[in-house]
Nanobody, 124 residues
């Protein structure tokens, strides 16, 4: 059984920074591609960033615009999303997911296991 668990969300002012974390159960964490998605009320789930099981990282440049950095720590079974220069439009529930693609997948259907999400709110 694989269970991603997000943490680190909260309230931050525009221009600030926040790091969200995703811890994953299981003894083969390094065998999964890990992705971050976000969803605002009434909107579709949006790809943010992902890292493949062999360390390739992909970002949604249209929305992230170079402000977010994803990292992976296999020794702790944890992935991190460092968010800087936050904007009100970044406000959403951020979800972590684990999948089995060989490349960092950009679609929700490429991921099998999902966390419960963590709320990120950016105020102006």
């Amino acid at each position: 059984q694989v269970q991603p668990v997000e943490s680190g969300g909260g309230l931050v002012q525009a221009g600030g920074s926040l790091r969200v974390s995703c811890a994953v159960s299981g003894r083969i964490f390094g065998g999964y591609t890990m992705g971050w998605f976000r969803q605002a009320p009434g909107k579709e789930r949006e790809f943010v960033a992902a890292v493949s099981r062999n360390g390739v990282v992909a970002y949604n440049a249209d929305s992230v615009k170079g402000r977010f950095t994803l990292s992976r720590d296999n020794t702790e079974n944890t992935v991190y999303l460092q968010m800087t220069s936050l904007k009100p439009e970044d406000t959403a529930v951020y979800y972590c997911a684990a999948g089995l693609t060989a490349v960092p997948g950009r679609r929700p259907d490429e991921y099998k296991y999902w966390g419960q999400g963590t709320q990120v709110t950016v105020s102006s």
